[in-house]
Structures are given as C-alpha cells and as structure tokens.
C-alpha cells in the first residue's frame, strides 16, 4: 500500500519559514520522480516544485529564490524548505510522487495546511 504522509504545515507570520517533509512508503523513492503542489480556497491545485530521481530540481516562478525542493533516498522523504512566506502562500500543500515510466503510477498525499498570516 503507498503512502505519502506530509508534515511540517501551521501558522507563519509573513516573512517566516516553514519546512514540509512528506514520507513515502510502499514505492521504490529513489526512482520517483517527487514535487510539490498547492491549491489555495477557491483555487485549482498548481505545482510548486518538482525534483527528479537525479536530484534535478525545477520551480514555478512564484517559489524561485524562496522555496527550495529536497529529497533524502535514504528516508524516503522529499522536503520543500520554504522562506520569505507570503500571505499568498496559504494554501494546502501537497506531495506527489510520479514513475516516469508508468502512468499509473501517480500518488498524492493527504496534504498539509500552510497559513501565512499576521
């Protein structure tokens, strides 16, 4: 059974950080491809950051220069250390795990909610 369970959500005032982890099991981590996604009340889910299974990692403008994607293989886990935190960052966060190679292969977490207010 795959399970991705994220962690690390709260209440941030603005300019704060927050660090998400999200662990997996049941998958082969190391092959995954992982991101980040977010969807704000009202809003559709958009991707936040993405990081391959050679560690390349790719980010939407909006998260360039303040929000950085990690993975440990060792833990199975991927990180999204996030600084400089907006009130437009509330939304809830959620962690994706992708098999290139077979499309069926795609799971969500349950999400974790990030409220940046003052």
């Known amino acids: 059974q795959v399970q991705l369970v994220e962690s690390g959500g709260g209440l941030v005032q603005p300019g704060g950080s927050l660090r998400l982890s999200c662990a997996a099991s049941?998958?082969?981590?190391?092959?995954?491809?992982m991101a980040w996604y977010r969807q704000a009340p009202g809003k559709q889910r958009e991707l936040v950051a993405t990081?391959?299974?050679?560690?390349?990692?790719d980010y939407v403008d909006f998260a360039k220069g303040r929000f950085t994607i990690s993975r440990d293989n060792a833990k199975n886990t991927v990180y999204l250390q996030m600084n400089s935190l907006k009130p437009e960052d509330t939304a809830v966060y959620y962690c994706?795990?992708?098999?290139?190679?077979?499309?069926?292969?795609?799971?969500w977490g349950q999400g974790t909610q990030v409220t940046v207010s003052s």
């Open positions: 990081i391959t299974r050679f560690s390349t990692t």
């Open positions: 049941g998958i082969p981590f190391s092959i995954y491809k």
């Open positions: 994706n795990a992708k098999n290139q190679f077979i499309a069926a292969a795609n799971y």
